[in-house]
C-alpha cells in the first residue's frame, strides 16, 4: 500500500531517557545515524539518537515553514531554510571572509587557520546535511578503493569496490535512486590489471530502483556539441560523453528492479507527513532542488527516520548536544555521552545530564564527530583524529550560450561528463566530474536573482520588458562545476582550541586547511578544459575569478576560485591498524571497542563521487555489526540471568 | 443523462462514461477552492483537499482502466463532458447547488454533501435504496436511473452508484463468461509505470477481480468502508477529510465519525480570494486582461482533457506529460483568481471551465 502516513512517536523527555540504558546511543540523526537507527531498532534493539539541532516537526506543515523561510530569506545559501541557531551553530557560506595572513578567521562557526578558507557547509538539524543536500548519488570507482597501489598516490582502502557493492545496493535502495546504469558505464581502471576495464560497475545486470531522471534540454544542446571530444590525457586517449547522473529523487520506478526489491516494483517514498500528503512521490522538476525539495521528492534523512521512529524502539531528543563521549579509563569502554540540552534557540539556558548505551555511534558528520572525540579529550593511538580532512574542491566555469538552451529548467543537475573520473593520469593530477547546471550561473553569480536587481536597477526595466530580458538573460547561461578529487593530507586538520567555543561553551571546530597540488594540476587542467568546451559550444566565457575571493588560489601563475563540496570527509580514516587509521572497515573505533564513528570520516579517499552514497553503503555495513555485537551481549545476558535471579531469589 | 438497467455491454459503457464524467466533475470546484486561498495561507486545508484531487484523479483514472478492460473508449472531449456550473447533486427534496466557488465553511459543506457516505446497505443490493424525487434539472453530477418500471430514480451517493456498476460487472461476466467480457486490449491500460503520484496504487484491470478492487477502492476511498471512517488501506476517506476542515481538527487512526482527536487544524477563513460564484465567460468584460487569461485557461484546459483521453485510448505514456500541464493550469488559475474583475468592488476573477465554448489549441 502507499506510504505510511501513521503517527510518528518518539517523544521522550530527558529525565526519562537518563534514566534508560539503551541497546545503542546513535550522536547525529542525519541519513548515517538514521540508516543505522533504522537497521538497529527493526531488529528489536532500542535506540536513542541525539541531535544537535531542531526540527522534531515531522509534519508537512512543519516543513512548509521551512520552505517559507528559504523563500523569504535574503540570501539563498544552503542553511537559508534553517533559523540561526547560536546554541549549535553550523556554518554559513555567505559569512565566510578571506583569511588575513597569521590571523585565524573567528566570524563564522568554524573558526579556519588556513591558508585555504572554505565555504563549505554542513546542516545542523534533524536530518542532517541531507536537508540541504543535492542528492546525486554516483557510487565510487573500483580504483578510487586503491589509491595507492595503483598511483602511489593518497591510501589504499580496507576494503575493495567489489566488497561494498551489495551494501552500494542497499543505499541506493534505501535512498531511492532514479538512475540508468548504462549512462555510468564508461571506460574504467580494472584494480588488479590496472588496465581499462569493459566489466560493468554493477554486477548481474542490476538496475536502479527507479529510471533516469529526463536528461534537460540544455544537457541535450550541450551534449550536441560535446559528445565525441577526443583529448589525450597522460597517455589515455579519451572520448567525452554527456552522461546523465544517478540521483536521489523520485522518478518512475523501473520494472525491472523487481529482481532486487522481492518481486516488488520500487514504491518511491513520499513527504514525509504524520497525515497523508501524497506529495513528492515524483520529482516535478522544480529548479531549487538545494537546499529543500519544494515537495519532497528528493530524499532526506527524515524519509528513514521516519521509518526508524515507526518501529516505537527509536527516542529522539533534538536540541540535545552531545557535549563529551565519557570513557572507563579500566576497560576502554564508552560508558556515556554528556548532553547539553537547550529549551529555546533564542535563550543560552541549557540542562545537562547523561545518557547511557551498551553500543555509542557517533554519526554527527566528518567535523563534528572529530570535534566531539577531540573535545571529550579522549587518546587516539594513531594520532589521526581530525586529520586527513578532505572535500571535493569546486572550480567553476560559467559562460554564454548562443541560443536559448532553457536554462533554469528541470532538476538542479541531471548530466554531465564523467569520463575524467578514471584513468592512468591519476598518478599525476586529480581526476574530476563535471557536473552541468540546470540552474544556470546560481552558484557562480547568485543568478537569476542577480540579474533581476541588473535589469531593474541598471536597465530600468518593468513589465513585458523586464520578463523578455530576464528570460534572455538567464536562458542561455550554461555553469559547469569542476568536482575535483583530493587527497588525504594530515596537514589538513580539524582540531580544538579552548580559546574558542561557542554559546553553550561547546568548543569550536578549527579547520587548518590547504587545496593539494594535485588537485590544483585537476583545477587547472578543468580550466583549460573548459575553455576548449566553450569553444566547441560557441559560449562566451564570462568566469573571473577575484583575487579578493575568499576561496581565491594561485597556481602556476593563474587564479582560481576555490568553492567547497559540502563532501566533508576524512577526519576519522579507515584503516588496517590502530596505528594507520581510526577504525576499522566496520567503522569500529580502534581505540573504543564499543564506540563507532560512522559517516564520510571514515572514508581514506574520496574519489570524484558525491560522498553520502558512498557512506550510506558503508552504514549498512556497520549496521550487521552493531547488530551482531548487540546479539552476543544479548546471548550473555541471557546465559547470565538465571545465575542473577538464583542469587536474588 | 439517464441510465437504464445494466443489461448488456454498451450500457455499462454508459455508466462508466459517466463515472469518469462524475469523477472529473469534482474537480473544478476543488482545485479552485484550493486556489483561492492566498499565497502562504491555509497551508494544512489546501493539503487536505488536495490528497482529495490526486484521489479523485486516481478514481478518474481507475473508472478508465475498467472501461477500457471491457472493450469500451473514455470520451473525455465530447461535449458536456465538463458540467455546467452550478450543478447538482440529487439529495431529495433538498436538491442544493455544487458551485465554483471561493473557500469557506459553506463551500466545504458542500464538498462535504458531494462525498457524504452511502446510507446503510441491505443485504448488499442497492437498487432498492434508491430515492425517487421528482427533479428535472438536466444538470447533475449523478445520473438518474430509470427503473424497470419505468420510474425515475436517483443515485443517493456515489458509493451507491458504484456499487451499480460492480453489480452489473458481475452479472455481464457471468452472463458473456469473463474472458469474453473483459477483452479490452490490456496495452490500454495505466499501469503504475505511468500513473503519476500517489493516492493509491492504481489498478490494471484485465479480469472481474481487478474491475470488483478498482470499484471497491474508489468507493472507499470516498466514503469509507462500510460506515468506518477509514478504508481499507487504513486512509480516512473523503468526507472525514473535508470534515476535519469544517471541525478544525485532524483525525487519528481509531477515532469515530464526528470526533476527531488529533492535532488542531487552523484556518484563516479571510485569508481567501473572494471569487465570483459560478463565474461565466460574459462576466469579464470582452478585450479585458481577464477574459484573454480565462479564454487561454478554458483553451488550455480543454487541451489537457484531450491528452489525458489520448492517453486513456491506447497511448498510456502520455499520461505523465500531460499531467504535468497542471502546473501550467495552476498559475494560469491564479492569473484569474488573484485579479479583481474591472467594475466589480473586490470580486476576483476565476476560471470558468467552459471547454465547449473554446477551440482546441492543437491536435493531440
Known amino acids: 500500500m502507499s506510504n505510511d502516513h501513521s503517527k510518528i512517536t518518539y517523544t521522550i523527555d530527558h529525565s526519562t531517557a537518563s534514566q534508560k540504558v539503551y541497546d545503542v546511543v546513535i550522536v547525529g540523526s542525519g541519513i548515517s545515524g538514521s540508516i543505522l537507527a533504522n537497521e538497529i531498532a527493526k531488529e528489536g534493539f532500542s535506540v536513542l539518537i541525539v541531535e544537535a539541532g531542531p526540527g522534531k516537526d515531522l509534519s508537512l506543515t512543519g516543513y512548509e515553514k521551512l520552505l517559507n523561510t528559504f523563500y523569504t530569506a535574503v540570501t539563498k545559501d544552503n542553511n537559508a531554510p534553517y533559523k540561526s541557531n547560536p546554541n549549535a551553530p553550523m556554518p554559513r557560506s555567505p559569512k565566510v571572509q578571506k583569511a588575513r595572513l597569521g590571523h585565524p578567521n573567528t566570524d563564522n562557526y568554524m573558526v579556519q587557520n588556513g591558508p585555504f578558507v572554505t565555504d563549505t557547509s554542513y546542516s545542523r538539524v534533524v536530518g542532517g546535511t541531507t536537508m540541504h543536500w543535492e542528492a546525486k548519488t554516483p557510487r565510487m570507482l573500483p580504483e578510487d578503493f586503491k589509491m595507492r597501489t595503483l598511483f602511489d598516490k593518497g591510501l589504499d582502502w580496507p576494503i575493495t569496490y567489489r566488497e561494498l557493492q551489495p551494501y552500494y545496493r542497499m543505499a541506493e535502495k534505501e535512498i531511492g535512486v532514479s538512475g540508468n546504469v548504462e549512462s555510468q558505464e564508461f571506460k574504467h581502471l580494472d584494480p588488479i590489471t590496472k588496465e581499462f576495464s569493459e566489466t560493468s560497475l554493477y554486477a548481474d545486470n542490476y538496475v536502479y530502483p527507479m529510471h533516469q531522471m529526463p536528461p534537460s534540454y540544455l544537457d541535450k544542446c550541450v551534449a550536441k556539441d560535446i559528445n565525441g571530444t577526443t583529448l589525450e590525457l597522460d597517455g589515455d586517449k579519451k572520448e567525452l560523453k554527456v552522461r546523465s547522473f544517478p540521483q536521489g529523487r523520485n522518478g518512475i520506478p523501473n520494472v525491472e528492479y523487481r529482481k532486487y526489491n522481492n518481486g516488488e516494483v520500487y514504491r518511491p517514498v513520499a513527504a514525509v507527513s504524520s497525515h497523508q500528503a501524497e506529495i513528492g512521490e515524483r520529482c516535478q522538476g522544480n529548479n531549487n532542488c538545494t537546499p529543500i525539495c519544494p515537495v519532497q521528492a528528493k530524499y532526506d534523512a527524515r524519509k528513514t527516520l521516519a521509518k526508524a521512529l515507526r518501529t516505537g524502539r527509536v527516542d529522539l531528543l533534538p536540541q540535545t548536544i552531545a557535549s563529551k563521549v565519557v570513557v572507563n579509563p579500566e576497560n576502554g569502554r564508552v560508558t556515556s555521552i554528556e548532553y547539553k540540552n537547550y529549551k529555546d534557540v533564542n535563550s543560552s539556558e541549557y540542562e545537562s545530564g547523561v545518557l547511557k548505551g551498551k553500543i555509542f555511534i557517533l554519526a554527527a558528520n566528518a567535523i563534528e564527530n572529530a570535534r566531539l572525540m577531540l573535545a571529550s579529550g579522549l587518546k587516539s593511538t594513531s594520532n589521526l583524529m581530525g586529520k586527513n580532512f578532505m572535500d571535493h574542491p569546486y572550480l567553476l566555469c560559467w559562460g554564454l550560450l548562443p541560443e536559448n538552451t532553457g536554462t533554469f529548467r528541470g532538476t538542479i543537475c541531471t548530466s554531465g561528463i564523467s569520463d575524467i573520473r578514471s584513468g592512468h593520469f591519476r598518478r599525476k593530477q586529480a581526476a574530476f566530474a563535471v557536473d552541468i547546471h540546470n540552474d544556470g550561473w546560481g552558484w557562480a553569480t547568485g543568478s537569476p536573482y542577480t540579474n533581476l536587481l541588473d535589469i531593474v536597477d541598471n536597465k530600468n526595466k518593468y513589465g513585458t520588458a523586464l520578463r523578455k530580458e530576464l528570460v534572455s538573460q538567464v536562458s542561455r547561461q550554461l555553469l559547469l562545476a569542476f568536482m575535483v578529487e583530493m587527497l588525504p593530507e594530515t596537514s589538513n586538520k580539524i582540531s580544538v582550541n579552548p580559546q574558542y567555543r561557542d554559546r553553550l561553551g561547546n568548543m569550536r571546530p578549527v579547520v587548518s586547511f590547504h587545496v593539494p597540488d594535485y588537485s590544483m594540476e585537476g583545477v587547472a587542467y578543468g580550466r583549460e578544459l573548459s575553455k576548449q568546451l566553450f569553444q566547441r559550444l560557441g559560449a562566451e566565457d564570462y568566469s573571473i575569478y577575484d583575487p579578493l575571493d575568499y576561496g581565491y588560489v594561485n597556481y602556476n601563475g593563474s587564479g582560481y576560485a576555490i568553492r567547497g563540496g559540502n563532501h566533508i570527509a576524512g577526519t576519522h580514516i579507515m584503516g588496517t591498524s590502530e596505528r594507520n587509521s581510526v577504525v576499522n572497515f566496520k567503522q569500529r573505533s580502534w581505540d573504543y571497542d564499543n564506540l563507532f564513528l560512522i559517516g564520510a570520516g571514515s572514508m581514506p579517499t574520496i574519489g570524484t563521487s558525491n560522498t553520502t552514497l558512498t557512506m550510506a553503503a558503508m552504514c549498512f555495513l556497520s549496521a550487521e555489526e552493531v547488530i551482531k555485537d548487540l546479539k552476543k551481549i544479548t546471548s550473555k545476558t541471557e546465559i547470565a540471568s538465571p545465575i542473577y535471579n538464583s542469587i536474588s531469589g | ?364
Open chain 2, 1 to 364: 443523462m439517464t441510465l437504464r438497467e445494466i443489461n448488456d455491454v454498451e450500457d455499462l459503457y454508459e455508466y462508466l462514461y459517466a463515472a469518469i464524467q462524475l469523477e472529473h466533475a469534482t474537480i473544478p470546484p476543488y482545485i479552485t477552492s484550493m486556489y483561492t486561498m492566498k499565497p502562504n495561507s491555509n497551508l494544512e486545508a489546501y493539503n487536505v483537499i488536495r490528497v482529495i484531487v490526486v484521489e479523485e484523479m486516481l478514481h478518474l483514472t481507475l473508472a478508465a482502466n475498467v472501461l477500457n478492460a471491457i472493450g469500451g473508449a473514455p470520451n473525455l472531449i465530447k461535449e458536456g463532458f465538463v458540467p455546467e456550473f452550478p450543478t447538482y447533486l440529487p439529495n431529495g427534496e433538498e436538491d442544493f447547488e455544487v458551485n465554483i466557488e471561493s473557500f469557506s465553511p459553506k463551500t466545504i459543506d458542500n464538498f462535504l454533501m458531494i462525498e457524504r457516505p452511502a446510507r446503510e446497505y441491505q443485504d448488499g443490493h442497492v437498487p432498492k435504496q434508491f430515492t425517487s424525487f421528482k427533479n428535472t434539472s438536466r444538470k447533475r453530477i449523478l445520473p438518474t436511473y430509470i427503473s424497470a418500471e419505468g420510474e425515475e430514480k436517483h443515485f443517493y451517493s456515489i458509493g451507491e452508484f458504484y456499487a451499480f456498476i460492480g453489480e452489473g460487472l458481475t452479472k455481464l461476466s457471468l452472463k458473456l463468461g469473463e474472458e469474453e467480457f473483459f477483452k479490452g486490449d490490456p496495452e490500454r491500460q495505466i499501469t503504475p509505470e505511468y500513473y503519476y503520484s500517489g493516492g493509491g496504487e492504481i489498478i490494471p484491470v484485465t479480469n472481474l477481480e481487478s474491475a470488483l478492487e478498482a470499484i471497491r477502492l474508489i468507493s472507499e476511498q470516498g466514503e469509507g468502508f462500510e460506515g468506518a471512517i477509514y478504508d481499507n488501506e487504513g486512509e480516512l476517506s473523503h468526507y472525514y477529510r473535508f470534515e476535519q476542515i469544517k471541525l478544525g481538527r485532524y483525525y487519528l487512526a481509531g477515532d469515530t465519525a464526528g470526533n476527531p482527536k488529533g492535532k488542531e487544524l487552523t484556518i484563516d477563513w479571510d485569508a481567501v480570494y473572494n471569487i465570483k460564484t459560478n463565474p461565466k465567460m460574459e462576466d469579464y468584460p470582452e478585450e479585458s486582461e481577464l477574459y484573454e487569461a480565462n479564454v487561454k485557461f478554458n483553451t488550455y484546459y480543454k487541451n489537457f482533457l484531450a491528452k489525458i483521453n489520448d492517453a486513456f485510448n491506447g497511448n498510456p505514456q502520455n499520461l505523465i506529460p500531460a499531467i504535468g500541464e497542471m502546473f501550467v493550469l495552476k498559475n494560469m488559475a491564479y492569473e484569474l483568481i488573484h485579479n479583481p474583475i474591472p467594475g466589480k468592488e473586490g470580486v476576483y476573477g476565476a476560471p470558468t471551465f467552459e471547454v465547449d465554448k473554446v477551440p482546441e489549441i492543437s491536435k493531440v
